[in-house]
């Protein structure tokens, strides 16, 4: 090998490793934030915006369990209250998802449809398993709904109207609780962080550097990488995609499923302290850090 070729490889492996390394240091960086506190909110837990009618939907409820307590708030783009039970006679909401004027809601037993055009509810359908704790809710660009069932460890998809369980793993799919996708493949936040190829249904677990555990919602920031925040001790993390998760933010209010808008890099969490019964959303100006 001559002179030229053997500086091409150095180059080209420095290059790489450089690569890599950015890829693997890559975060981001919280540089301003602020609330939005609004009078009933109640253990608000999801937040979803809708492009369409530019305002936000935030699932509210008591306990998870099947009652009337449960609702969805309006808020505009600027986070204003604009109708605090948009939606009422829900359970306990949790995961939302917007396709087609249609909002669908996991609602600790059934998969709700409403109408984002006036707020009245469409349908309801049913879990196909009793006690099967459906959590979130992620949808395909053809219009395909998946639902994550955190009790019996499944993602249930509906089909002809009908909820039907779609694919069960005790193991990489324990405790599903966010979803999402992204790169065509369904990300699953449960006790672990799974990723599903939609054609083969093969399920792979995502290795984390360090190893955290029990996560609740995630989103997608347009980068490859994901924002998760976690059930217990509950905090914000940022996972790169390949390996390195990092914590971005940790205080005595809980996160709930959050969502990015990789738009203006602004993240949306619902938050709260339940002890001292005060909830709120969370705004926080997100910047990629090196």
Same mark, same amino acid.
Request: net charge negative.
């Given at each position: 090998?001559?002179?030229?070729?053997?500086?091409?490889?150095?180059?080209?492996?420095?290059?790489?490793?450089?690569?890599?390394? /950015?890829?693997?240091?890559?975060?981001?960086?919280?540089?301003?934030? %602020?609330?939005?506190?609004?009078?009933?909110?109640?253990?608000?837990?999801?937040?979803?915006?809708?492009?369409?009618?530019?305002? #936000?939907?935030?699932?509210?409820?008591?306990?998870?369990?099947?009652?009337?307590?449960?609702?969805?708030?309006?808020?505009?783009?600027?986070?204003?209250?604009?109708?605090?039970?948009?939606?009422?006679?829900?359970?306990?909401?949790?995961?939302?998802?917007?396709?087609?004027?249609?909002?669908?809601?996991?609602?600790?037993?059934?998969?709700?449809?409403?109408?984002? %055009?006036?707020?009245?509810?469409?349908?309801? #359908?049913?879990?196909?398993?009793?006690?099967?704790?459906?959590?979130?809710?992620?949808?395909?660009?053809?219009?395909?709904?998946?639902?994550?069932?955190?009790?019996?460890?499944?993602? #249930?998809?509906?089909?002809?109207?009908?909820?039907?369980?779609?694919? %069960?793993?005790?193991?990489?799919?324990?405790?599903?609780?966010?979803?999402?996708?992204?790169?065509?493949?369904?990300?699953?936040?449960?006790? /672990?962080?799974?990723?599903?190829?939609?054609?083969?249904?093969?399920?792979?677990?995502?290795?984390?550097?360090?190893?955290?555990?029990?996560? /609740?919602?995630?989103?997608?920031?347009?980068?490859?990488?994901?924002?998760?925040?976690?059930?217990?001790?509950?905090?914000?993390?940022?996972?790169?995609? %390949?390996?390195?998760?990092?914590?971005?933010?940790?205080? /005595?209010?809980?996160?709930?499923?959050?969502?990015?808008?990789?738009?203006?890099?602004?993240?949306?969490?619902?938050?709260?302290?339940?002890?001292?019964?005060?909830?709120?959303?969370?705004?926080?100006?997100?910047?990629?850090?090196?």
């Amino acid at each position: 090998m001559n002179k030229r070729l053997i500086i091409l490889s150095l180059v080209l492996i420095l290059i790489g490793c450089k690569n890599q390394s /950015d890829q693997t240091a890559r975060s981001w960086d919280i540089p301003s934030s %602020k609330n939005w506190n609004h009078h009933g909110f109640l253990n608000v837990e999801s937040i979803t915006y809708d492009n369409l009618n530019q305002v #936000f939907y935030v699932s509210n409820g008591l306990d998870y369990k099947p009652g009337s307590n449960g609702f969805i708030s309006k808020i505009s783009k600027e986070g204003q209250l604009m109708d605090l039970k948009w939606v009422t006679g829900l359970n306990r909401p949790t995961g939302m998802a917007i396709y087609d004027s249609i909002l669908y809601v996991a609602d600790v037993n059934s998969l709700v449809q409403i109408n984002t %055009k006036n707020g009245k509810i469409i349908n309801r #359908f049913a879990e196909p398993i009793s006690n099967s704790g459906l959590n979130d809710v992620a949808i395909t660009k053809k219009g395909e709904v998946f639902v994550s069932a955190s009790f019996v460890h499944s993602i #249930f998809k509906l089909n002809n109207g009908v909820l039907e369980q779609w694919l %069960k793993e005790p193991e990489k799919l324990k405790l599903a609780n966010g979803i999402c996708f992204q790169n065509d493949k369904l990300v699953v936040a449960g006790l /672990d962080i799974s990723s599903i190829d939609l054609g083969s249904k093969e399920i792979a677990l995502l290795p984390l550097n360090p190893m955290i555990k029990d996560f /609740d919602g995630i989103s997608p920031d347009g980068q490859g990488g994901y924002f998760l925040t976690t059930v217990e001790n509950s905090g914000l993390y940022y996972f790169n995609g %390949k390996e390195n998760i990092i914590k971005l933010l940790q205080t /005595d209010a809980y996160f709930g499923d959050i969502e990015f808008n990789p738009k203006n890099n602004v993240l949306y969490a619902p938050r709260g302290e339940k002890n001292a019964a005060e909830f709120f959303i969370s705004e926080l100006i997100l910047e990629l850090g090196d």
